[in-house]
């Protein structure tokens, strides 16, 4: 579990590399228009909603190691191509590729966490994947921020190089070092399943309808946050990469301890106030925007970073173990790929309404974005008494208050 954990750290620190400027680089020097790259950026997204699915029958059947190392391949090659984009076209075409290796990463990789883990140490498990993953981001976008400049349009060429080469090193840490966990036991005896068996399941299905409005609103926005610092506060390459790092840092240093806090508490009330702190972050975009520029601007904006990585972190703790724990153990790979299809479908609506929202109404984005977050709060409160009372609060550690 060690190994695969720090495979992942080494490939979240390349995705941290790019994250904060791949819309930069597609609107500020390639020259697209902002609804264009939004819809560019949506599209990583909409492909994985057609390959996750078929990637979680996939692992249920061959296992989350060899899927995972596929999916580090088209991720590899995808952005790969990202230097030679210079018209729309190439640019789906990259995150298309990107987007197939997206729809199969996250049910493998999470498949792959779940099985090497027992249930009451997973929450911890995917707490630390949240750590690893925004450790490597946070150190990326530090770096990326170094790199990358506008006036210098082959900066952002290392970028996604240095990104491609970092999956190469977690495909090598992948199969050199991490074994695929014992299959579970409907798959020994090729018991089989169907994703109607997943889409029956209607408490989980509400947490999926749930989980893709958070998203969309909440984490979705992250994308487009950096292009509305530059144009719209005149926050520098660094100052972006220092934003980014902030959050991060945030979320390496909280989540392990909200987690703990977690234990043996509402998992729909941590969810509800989630939602708070996300909207109470995108609320206080706008003042950058309006009244800030420069340092000031980035401090905000900083500050801004820090409060969502606070919710991050709540929403860490409650998610995944939350989808592990209402899945049946034969069907993980199929759970798994629809909890990352909340993720994908947030990804595709909330880059592409966000995208040309911002172009109609820059500061009106924040606001939308916070109202939604809010309501879904409100939502996670109503899902709870549906749950089954052995899922609705988190598992607690021997004498941990109830």
């Known amino acids: 579990m060690q190994t695969l954990q720090a495979g992942g750290l080494v490939n979240a620190f390349g995705n941290g590399v790019v994250l904060p400027f791949t819309f930069i ?14 819809l560019v950026l949506a599209t990583n997204a909409a492909v994985s909603l057609i390959a996750g699915p078929i990637a979680g029958s996939l692992v ?34 990259a995150s298309a590729t990107i987007g197939i290796g997206n729809g199969v990463f996250w049910p493998a990789q999470s498949t792959l966490i779940a099985g090497l883990t027992p249930p009451e140490k997973r929450p911890v498990a995917f707490a630390m994947q949240r750590v690893m993953m925004n450790l490597g981001i946070g150190l990326g976008g530090l770096a990326g921020g170094l790199i990358a400049t506008t006036s210098r349009p082959e900066s952002f060429t ?24 014992a299959r579970a036991p409907g798959a020994r005896t090729g018991r089989p399943g169907r994703y109607a068996d997943v889409l029956r399941h209607k408490v989980f299905m509400g947490l999926i309808a749930l989980n893709t409005l958070f998203i969309a609103a909440g984490m979705a926005q992250l994308e487009i946050l950096p292009v509305y610092a530059k144009n719209e506060a005149g926050v520098t390459e660094r100052g972006i990469g220092l934003i980014f790092f902030v959050n ?12 703990k806090l977690s234990q043996g ?13 996300w909207a109470a972050a995108w609320a206080l975009v706008p003042v950058s925007g309006l009244w800030l520029s420069g340092l000031s601007a980035t401090a905000m904006l900083a500050f801004a970073g820090a409060v969502f990585a606070i919710g991050e972190c709540l929403h860490g703790a409650v998610q995944a173990p939350l989808v592990s ?31 040309f929202l911002l172009a109609f109404t820059p500061t009106g984005l924040w606001l939308v974005a916070a109202g939604l977050c809010l309501a879904a709060g409100f939502a996670s409160l109503a899902l709870e008494p549906k749950l089954p009372v052995a899922a609705r609060r988190t598992p607690a550690a021997a004498g941990a208050e109830a």
Do not use: C, K
């Open 325 to 355: 724990d209402l899945a049946d153990s034969h069907l993980m790979g199929r759970y798994m790929a629809m909890s990352a299809l909340s993720w994908q479908l947030g990804f595709t609506i909330g880059p592409a309404a966000g995208g």
């Open 265 to 277: 508490r509402r998992r729909m009330l941590t969810f509800a106030l989630l939602g708070v702190v």
């Open 158 to 181: 290392v970028l996604f190089l240095l990104n491609a080469s970092t999956y190469v090193v977690y495909l090598s840490v992948l199969f050199f070092l991490v074994q695929e966990p």
């Open 60 to 93: 249920d059947r061959v296992g989350g190691r060899a899927m995972l190392g596929i999916a580090l391949v088209f991720l590899t090659l995808g952005f790969l191509q990202y230097p030679f984009i210079h018209e729309h076209w190439q640019g789906f075409l």
């Open 25 to 38: 680089y597609l609107h500020n020097v390639r020259g697209f228009g902002l609804g264009a790259v939004g």
């Open 248 to 259: 991060t840092i945030v979320i390496v240093l909280a989540q392990l301890p909200i987690a």
